[in-house]
């Protein structure tokens, strides 16, 4: 039998619940640990670096880069050396899944924002239902039907005729692109934007679609 995939997440930061995100991804894989295909481990920003010395096969970020976005807005963990840290990485042959708020707030003229070939851009203060629309044809986009749940809306800038879009989404606020995923180097990268609240991250046709992300990367088989 084939040595499980490994995968380091790292989830959680001021406005995002850890346990809550924890709760979320461990649902999500557990078809693939359960059937000897992935050992996931969690780690925290500070040992990005050294993790990643570790050769994990993918990693997924769900982590703004304010460490502390009330009190010291200023202060953030992406280095620029940590930046071409994961994009040599990825380049490499990692697998790089960018989560929710591992879009949100990094410098984007910076490796990490240029490799991701997009990043969030703002949300609406309240929270709106969301449809999100898997986009057919696409390498990810054959996870269901579409879906919807309230939540953190998220607009983004995507660099779309770079990458191939496998997720829409749309509330009374607009229309975004919510899924974009693309080669880099030997390495895959990944982007998605739901979800914010239990009701979402808890939602069996979101961990669908989540898993296909996972699933792509790895070059695992849907269970």
């Known amino acids: 039998m084939a040595q499980p995939k490994h995968i380091l997440a790292i989830v959680g930061d001021f406005y995002h619940d850890r346990q809550l995100a924890t709760d979320s991804l461990n649902r999500i894989v557990k078809p693939f640990v359960e059937q000897g295909l992935v050992q996931l481990r969690y780690g925290a ?36 050396e940590a930046e071409h840290q994961i994009q040599a990485y990825v380049a490499a042959g990692g697998v790089w899944i960018a989560w929710h708020s591992g879009l949100a707030s990094y410098a984007e ?18 929270h709106r239902e969301v449809i999100y629309t898997p986009v057919a044809g696409t390498a990810l986009g054959g996870a269901g039907d579409r879906f919807g749940f309230l939540d953190e809306h998220y607009f983004v800038h995507c660099r779309e005729e ?62």
């Not at 040992?47 to 994990?56: G, N, S, T, V, Y």
């Not at 982590?63 to 807005?73: K, L, M, N, V």
């Not at 974009?180 to 979800?195: D, F, N, Q, R």
Request: charged letters at 30%.
């Open 45 to 80: 920003v500070t040992e990005l670096a050294d993790r990643l010395k570790e050769q994990p096969d993918a990693v997924v970020l769900f982590a703004e880069d304010r460490i502390d976005p009330q009190g010291s807005p200023d202060k953030r963990w992406m280095t620029s």
């Open 109 to 126: 003229d910076g490796e990490y924002v240029n490799m991701l070939r997009g990043s969030f851009d703002y949300h609406p203060d309240v």
């Open 162 to 223: 770079e990458t191939e879009v496998f997720l829409r989404s749309e509330s009374v606020d607009g229309e975004s692109v919510a899924g974009w995923a693309h080669p880099y180097g030997s390495g895959k990268v990944v982007c998605i934007t739901p979800a914010h609240r239990e009701e979402g991250l808890m939602n069996e046709a979101f961990a669908s679609v989540m898993r296909q992300g996972v699933a792509w990367g790895l070059e695992l088989e849907q269970p």
